[in-house]
Antibody, heavy 122, light 107 residues
Framework: QVRLQESGPRLIKPSETLSLTCSVS????????WSWLRQPPGKGLEWIGH???????NYSPSLKSRVTISLGTSKKQFSLILRSVTAADTAVYYC????????????????WGQGTLVSVSS | DIQMTQSPSSLSASVGDRVTITCRAT??????LNWYQQKPGKAPKVLIS???ILRSGVPSRFSARGSGTEFTLTISSLQPDDFATYYC?????????FGQGTKLDIK
């Protein structure tokens, strides 16, 4: 079964760039969209954006100016870059696969990585 | 963006109770609605997709219905493992958006 694991620095300073990688095991990234989501401590979930295995991306408008999602050099990783971070970007960051139904019409997130808490503080 | 609003935001109930959580969208999302369960310190897990389809391995005490702008998730007889936070999510259009969550705890 497919498993996802986020990795990257846990503490970064304001104005710096957040960089995370999601490693996919038990399968490749082919034929799916792959998403990044986040959850500030004690708050709800926010979708950041996703990337198709071909490299096509779609970002949340609220973060689009600061976000880049890209594929890794292997077919087993994809990455998130978030520039010019502030304390408001402190959150648990999750990667997840966008699963589609057989018709390709509906989608949901499964599985998810375990999440990694990234704190922005000087 | 489509806004998703859940009610209630929190709910206290007992084992064996029947509970219902409501999710409303600010525009018609047809049946592009998913439900997730999240336990403390864990990633969310999908329970329901396409508004009412139970995902594999999810107990049959969970059910959901709705279309358009109003949706419900019902747990027919609460079990100890069900105390968690529940989120709805629309997949009708990007940006995908979630409700604020409903925290279900033990009375």
């Amino acid at each position: 079964q497919v498993r996802l694991q986020e990795s990257g620095p846990r503490l970064i300073k304001p104005s710096e760039t957040l960089s995370l990688t999601c490693s996919v095991s038990g399968g490749s990234i082919s034929d799916y969209y792959w998403s990044w989501l986040r959850q500030p401590p004690g708050k709800g979930l926010e979708w950041i954006g996703h990337i198709y295995y071909t490299g096509r991306t779609n970002y949340s408008p609220s973060l689009k100016s600061r976000v880049t999602i890209s594929l890794g050099t292997s077919k087993k990783q994809f990455s998130l870059i978030l520039r010019s971070v502030t304390a408001a970007d402190t959150a648990v960051y999750y990667c997840a696969r966008d699963v589609e139904d057989y018709s390709g019409t509906y989608s949901w997130f499964a599985p998810w990585g375990q999440g990694t808490l990234v704190s922005v503080s000087s | 963006d489509i806004q998703m609003t859940q009610s209630p935001s929190s709910l206290s109930a007992s084992v064996g109770d029947r509970v219902t959580i409501t999710c409303r969208a600010t525009q018609n999302i047809h049946d592009y609605l998913n439900w997730y369960q999240q336990k403390p310190g864990k990633a969310p897990k999908v329970l329901i997709s396409v508004a009412s389809i139970l995902r594999s391995g999810v107990p049959s005490r969970f059910s959901a219905r709705g279309s358009g702008t109003e949706f419900t998730l019902t747990i027919s007889s609460l079990q100890p493992d069900d105390f968690a936070t529940y989120y709805c999510q629309q997949s009708y259009t990007t940006p995908y958006t979630f409700g604020q969550g409903t925290k279900l705890d033990i009375k």
